[in-house]
């Protein structure tokens, strides 16, 4: 029997792409390995960024400079943050010019994460906060190098019919990492030095294994295009009467925002707002990492093929942003620490859903076949965003002198309006 282009195991032929541009949707691989691939990537840079951002850049910045370690958190991971930005722009669109045996994409994932494991491992090394800034930038550079070329394989290299489900496992990677980096992180906080050390492995091994299980096609047959000064411009240029783009690119940006105003401040939250020691502090982000993990594992398995079956990616991301409003209302309520371990588990449906079925949802609104690199990056600075302005609301939140509690207001409010910037979205279900 001959394979159809929807049976897992088989490779897609190329096909033309919908404008007959340079960019066909074919993929040397079955959907299974692709699949695989992704998970793997996707597990790879998102477990030393959690583990980094939730406990073990807070821990050294803590032991550096206690007295100012809520404004340097903010500090820093906004200066990160916006370098992540640019670089998610700037390499998804050298992506699109790239030529070579190994496709457009895998070389930039591959050199993105030999990058990024040198600069974690050199955070180890980091003594004072300039150098901590310098070293965190320059990872954040390198992952989002990673992370340009992970995101533009979806529509390269998979029929529309499946980008639920593919974005699934590229999902549950992501969500498993996270988890796993809280974990892993909390293993280390009276030595984020030596966290640092091991998150540099998984860093640079997993890309580099994602790429080995799902080459490309060569695409040196492709016609080269120069990449002049005024394309360099137009890298940064955003794309025009294209409303449906810009609902999805705020509704991402107002999700990740209220997700990471609480998740990002978890270990000063049980500290300093709910009273734990360091030690209880650890175990307690331990467990909600394992109900959160839990909970994100189920939603992304679940919703991503569901999202295919029905043709439906609006409802399920509508929803997700919701389950992690809803959660972050529990310990505006109550300030115990076990109302973090419901945010834990409705975030962690919403984020479940949320990063199954949002990246189908973005490959589907971009305007321009050919700069799917560059769209997608723009679509990212979100991510990035919502990562900019976290620790900066937080940090503006809780120095006009109502303590924490601001932080889960403002964070329930944002994503109930990011549930209704995805709802005027007209051509996507």
């Not at 030529?99 to 591959?110: A, E, K, T, V």
């Not at 494991?117 to 310098?134: C, H, K, W």
Request: aromatic share 8%.
């Amino acid at each position: 029997m001959s394979a159809t282009p929807l049976d897992p195991t088989a490779p897609l032929a190329p096909v033309p792409a919908p404008d007959g541009d340079l960019h066909p949707i074919r993929s040397r691989t079955g959907m299974g390995r692709l699949g695989v691939a992704l998970g793997l990537a996707g597990f790879g840079w998102v477990l030393p960024f959690g583990a980094s951002t939730t406990v073990l850049l807070p821990a050294k910045i803590a032991a550096i400079d206690e007295p100012n370690k809520i404004a340097l958190v903010a500090t820093i991971t906004i200066a990160g943050s916006v370098i992540a930005l640019l670089a998610n722009v700037l390499f998804g669109a050298l992506s699109d010019h790239t030529r070579s045996r190994f496709g457009r994409r895998n070389p930039w994932l591959i050199g993105g994460g030999v990058a990024a494991g040198v600069f974690m491992a050199l955070l180890a090394t980091a003594e004072s906060i300039p150098m901590l800034i310098l070293w965190w930038c320059l990872y954040q550079m390198a992952q989002n190098v990673i992370i340009a070329a992970l995101v533009a394989i979806v529509p390269d290299r998979v029929p529309t019919p499946r980008r639920g489900t593919i974005s699934a496992v590229y999902g549950l990677g992501c969500v498993v990492g996270a988890t796993s980096g809280s974990i892993l992180g909390a293993s280390f906080i009276a030595a984020p030095s030596s966290g640092f050390l091991a998150l540099a492995v998984f860093v640079i091994v997993l890309p580099l294994a994602a790429a080995l299980i799902a080459p490309d096609f060569s695409n040196n047959d492709e016609p080269r295009r120069k990449l002049t000064r005024r394309e360099l411009f137009d890298t940064f240029s955003f794309p025009r009467k294209a409303p449906d783009y810009y609902w999805a690119l705020v509704g991402r940006l107002l999700i990740v925002l209220g997700y990471y105003m609480v998740s990002g401040y978890q270990l000063y939250i049980l500290t300093d707002h709910m009273g734990l020691d360091d030690a209880a502090a650890a175990q307690f982000i331990t467990l909600a990492a394992l109900v959160n993990l839990a909970a994100l594992t189920v939603a992304a398995l679940v919703s991503g093929p569901v999202s295919d079956r029905l043709g439906r990616r609006k409802a399920p991301v509508i929803v997700a942003s919701v389950l992690i409003g809803v959660g972050a209302v529990f310990p505006l309520i109550v300030a115990e620490p076990w109302t973090l371990l419901v945010f834990a588990v409705l975030g962690g449906l919403g984020m479940g859903v949320y990063t199954s079925v949002d990246a189908a949802l973005m490959s589907e609104v971009l305007p321009n076949e050919a700069s799917r690199g560059k769209d997608l990056g723009i679509l990212n600075m979100a991510n990035t965003g919502g990562q900019i302005l976290a620790p900066f609301a937080a940090s503006v939140l809780i120095g006009v002198g109502f303590g924490f509690t601001p932080i889960f207001i403002v964070a329930a409010a944002v994503c109930a309006v990011g549930a209704f910037a995805i709802a005027p979205i007209k051509s996507v279900r």
